[in-house]
């Protein structure tokens, strides 16, 4: 199985910034997909951006586009979520995800491996 563990999330006023980072261990993920996903109460959990461990193609919500960046280094084992202009709608627990199946355009349903989450708060 794959391990992932995330961390940068905090509280910060709307227009600040955070960085998410998400350690991966485990067997082989290298070949995979890494997407980082979000989830506010009582909403479904929404994709975010992905980016492939291998070629480094991105993909980005429509939401975030321009706001967010999504980058990975492959000797530390870590992707890394950059958020710039937070928004109040922009909080909610954090997830980096990964797995086999997953793709760049993929929906959390592809996705078998999932992190415990960090909680994003911006505030107006």
């Known amino acids: 199985q794959v391990q992932l563990v995330e961390s940068g999330g905090g509280l910060v006023q709307a227009g600040g910034s955070l960085r998410l980072s998400c350690a991966a261990s485990?067997?082989?993920?290298?070949?995979?997909?890494l997407g980082w996903f979000r989830q506010a109460p009582g909403e479904e959990r929404e994709f975010v951006a992905a980016?492939?461990?291998?070629?480094?193609?991105?993909h980005y919500a429509d939401s975030v586009k321009g706001r967010f960046t999504i980058s990975r280094d492959n000797a530390k084992n870590t992707v890394y979520q950059q958020m710039n202009s937070l928004k109040p709608e922009d909080t909610a627990v954090y997830y980096c995800?990964?797995?086999?199946?997953?793709?760049?355009?993929?929906?959390?349903?592809?996705?078998?491996?999932w992190g415990q989450g960090t909680q994003v708060t911006v505030s107006s």
């Open positions: 995800a990964t797995g086999p199946l997953a793709v760049v355009t993929g929906t959390p349903r592809t996705y078998s491996y």
């Open positions: 980016v492939s461990w291998s070629g480094g193609s991105t």
């Open positions: 485990g067997r082989t993920f290298k070949s995979y997909v």
